[in-house]
């Protein structure tokens, strides 16, 4: 996963090319994700650069309760 600050998932979130649109999900009161997926996505390319500098990590999340 990509792990963004609030005000980096700020620079990012919103509409990019042919409809396509990014929506950092919100882990923690100041950290975000993006799948790394989107590094790859060419309609996403107007962010590459800015998110390929951002540090990459993996991201566990618990199981549900009573599952």
């Known amino acids: 996963m ?10 990012v979130r919103g509409p990019t090319a042919n409809n396509a649109y990014l929506e ?5 009161d100041d950290v975000y994700i993006l ?7 060419p309609d996403h390319a107007v962010h590459h650069a800015f998110l390929a500098s951002l540090p990459i990590g993996e ?3 618990p199981e549900p309760e009573g599952v």
């Open 2 to 11: 990509i792990i963004l600050t609030s005000a980096q998932a700020d620079v």
């Open 35 to 41: 799948p790394e997926e989107v590094l790859a996505d």
């Open 59 to 61: 991201v566990v999340f």
């Open 24 to 28: 950092p999900r919100r882990i923690s």
